[in-house]
């Protein structure tokens, strides 16, 4: 197992985001929402290493989900100031 190797599919770092701001939102959320169903699975199970970086994948994708909220909220007052 790689320590870099993605826990879910939709926590894949290296695929592809939607181009649009709400899409790449919808996008974080699910891939935390993904993470947090294995992070309670494998706690369930008492797998400490598999646990320890279903966790840090959850911290890095609440950051980017926190990003793209910023992101669509940006592009929600930019269209209604224009």
Do not use: I, N
Not at 48 to 61: D, T
Request: with cysteine.
């Amino acid at each position: 197992m790689r320590t870099w190797a993605p826990v879910t599919a939709l926590s894949d770092p290296r695929r592809a985001m939607p181009s649009a701001p709400s899409a790449r939102l919808d996008a974080a959320k699910a891939a935390v929402l993904s993470l947090e169903a294995e992070v309670r699975r494998l706690s369930r199970l008492g797998l400490e290493w598999p646990l320890a970086r279903a966790e840090h994948q959850r911290r890095y994708w609440r950051f980017v989900r926190a990003l793209c909220a910023v992101a669509a909220t940006s592009g929600q007052d930019t269209g209604r100031a224009a």
